[in-house]
């Protein structure tokens, strides 16, 4: 057996060593630019150059060492005719939580003022928020969104989600389909973006549904920044409709130093470092899904290329 990796960041030695401890009777290889043949029984990809999609016909299975499917759906019809698979988890979903948390309870907690207040020797105590007041919502309760409520619901926080099938959730106020979007969006003085990025979630939060939050909302975006219009998030923030952002993810990574979010004090941003991929936990996951699936054996995490995700 024969398994490829490749990482737009290089980084594979480590993964090839992994894997090799966890399946040592497979030839583990990578791949370069400008190598002519990928022939394998299973692929292992973050970020793949589209050289190395055409090489992959034979492949029996691709599978993702990462968290979301972007950017490999993005080749839509060139890639081959074999299971994409996602990882379930491997360790994201507890960094995710701890991301999302620490980010409401900063703006509830109005510790981004008193660091401001601090930095010019104020000593100020603000009147606190009321938490019956302070409902959070979550866009996306896969495993990582369902994760993130886990972890608010000890606050004490109203809770919101919104998905695109109906889900039930103890002490979660559901909505799901297009149709209860703008619902949700006005009851909600937190939102947390965890969707997958997909055609019909591009742009999804332009100025009219960002719009649509209460004055003083608040935007946390962990997803992907194509989720968000920044044009109209930064109009929206400025014309104080909008309290401010935490973000995480953006259009164009690295961030582009001539940006106007670098200007903007009431935008807190980080890069991209929401939910680092755990490695070992990652391969000693897509090692059993490969031990599965060549005993005939189903696996979980398989990507649907129609919903993409």
């Known amino acids: 057996m024969r398994i490829l990796l490749y990482r737009a960041d290089g980084k594979t030695e480590p993964w090839v060593r992994d894997f090799s401890e966890a ?17 394998c029984d ?22 993702l060492a990462g968290a979301g499917v972007d950017a490999i759906l993005k080749f839509g019809d060139a890639l081959p005719d074999a299971p994409i698979i996602r990882l379930g988890d491997a360790g994201m979903a507890v960094q995710m939580a701890e991301y999302v948390t620490h980010a409401v309870l900063r703006y509830f907690r109005r510790f981004d003022e008193y660091e401001k207040q601090a930095r010019r020797g104020i000593w100020a105590p603000l ?53 209860s979007l703008d619902e949700f969006l006005a009851g909600t003085r937190v939102l947390v973006c965890m969707l997958p990025l997909t055609p019909e979630t591009t742009n999804l939060l332009d100025r009219g549904r960002l719009s649509m939050l209460p004055k003083g909302a608040y935007l946390i975006n962990v997803a992907r920044g194509a989720h968000v219009a920044e044009p109209d998030l930064l109009t929206l923030i400025r014309s104080d409709h ?23 004090p009431r935008i807190s941003m980080t890069p991209h470092i929401s939910a680092l991929t755990v490695r070992e936990d990652s391969v000693r996951q897509i090692a059993a899904k490969i031990k599965a699936l060549e005993n005939d054996e189903p696996v979980a995490d398989v990507v649907d290329r129609t919903r993409g995700y």
Request: proline content about 8%.
């Open 42 to 63: 299973y692929a292992v990809l973050w970020s793949p150059p589209a050289a190395l999609i055409g090489q992959l016909s034979k492949v029996k299975a691709i599978f």
């Open 127 to 179: 009147p606190q928020y009321e938490k019956k007041d302070f409902s959070v919502g979550v866009l996306g309760m896969g495993v990582l969104g369902s994760r993130a409520l886990r972890a608010l619901a000890d606050f004490g926080f109203p809770l919101r989600g919104w998905s695109r099938t109906q889900k039930a959730v103890d002490g979660v106020a559901c909505f799901s389909g297009m149709d």
């Open 242 to 264: 909008l309290a401010g952002a935490t973000l995480d993810v953006f259009r164009n990574e690295p961030l582009p130093a001539p940006h106007p979010f670098w200007e903007e």
């Open 23 to 39: 399946l040592p009777k497979t030839e583990v290889v990578t791949w370069q630019e400008g190598d002519r043949s990928a022939q």
